[in-house]
């Protein structure tokens, strides 16, 4: 039986590129059109650990599923679409209380992505190691959602759930703007999320264990599931 000792989850509406993040951190490209369906999950070892990373559908149709997603999970990637403000509300309006199974100690993450098409965007800072993919030049939109609108989500959030800002990573930290498409930001998400639930588990190794039992999750899974490491 494979056992996960940490499990990350991403939720957000459906668009806002929860796989393709998911696919650019572990296959290292971008794919533009696989819908999923369901949920697909990916293993990733990180010092001596290994970690799930959960991506769900944001469909409707699954909403019943979606505080399944999230039991146990030790963090919780909120994503939305930097070039539509509406993803940003439905975090609050529809994702929020879905995280309400997760650990009462999980960290949050709200990440924007599809940076790449707004007006604004200039790719200083990409530190990937993969090239960017040949740019296509996609028309340029307004951006919708600033940072510090995710931020004001991030602190409203953890009043939410009734947990201390100051026993969290501050807003700034926990709020990044990325690109699947291009790779920006992408390893710093993963790898920040991954660092601070494994240092948690390291810091605290009388918590009671939060194993995901992956065999039992994916039996029950509708559709599409993947594994890689
Ligand atoms: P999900 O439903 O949240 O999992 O979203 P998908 O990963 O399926 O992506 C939805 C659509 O947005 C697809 O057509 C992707 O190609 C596109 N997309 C995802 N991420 C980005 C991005 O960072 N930039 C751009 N330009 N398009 C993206």
Not at 126 to 147: D, H, I, L, M, Y
Not at 164 to 174: L, Q, R
């Amino acid at each position: 039986m494979m056992k996960a000792d940490v499990k990350v989850v991403i939720l957000g509406d459906v668009n806002v590129g929860k796989s393709s993040l998911l696919n650019r951190y572990t296959e290292r490209r971008f794919r533009s059109a696989d819908t999923t369906i369901g949920a697909a999950f990916s293993l990733r070892q990180w010092r001596q650990r290994t970690v799930s990373v959960w991506d769900t559908a944001g469909r409707e149709q699954f909403h019943g599923l979606g505080s399944m997603y999230c039991r146990g999970a030790a963090a919780v990637i909120l994503t939305y679409d930097v070039t539509n403000r509406q993803s940003l509300r439905e975090l609050e309006e529809r994702f929020l209380t879905l995280t309400d199974t997760a650990q009462p100690d999980c960290l949050f993450a709200v990440v924007g992505n599809k940076s790449d098409l707004t007006d604004d965007w200039v790719a200083i800072g990409e530190t990937e190691r993969e090239a960017p993919t040949p740019a296509s030049p996609a028309p340029k939109v307004s951006k919708q959602v600033f940072k510090e609108d995710a931020i004001s989500l991030y602190k409203q959030l953890l009043k939410y759930k009734m947990l201390n800002e100051k026993d969290f990573p501050v807003a700034e930290a926990m709020c990044f703007e990325t690109s699947a498409k291009t790779g920006y930001n992408v390893d710093l998400l993963f790898e920040t999320i991954f660092e601070l639930v494994v240092a948690g588990i390291v810091k605290n190794p009388g918590k009671p264990s939060n194993t995901v039992d992956l065999k039992h999750s994916m039996d029950s899974k509708p559709n599409k599931s993947s594994c890689c490491t």
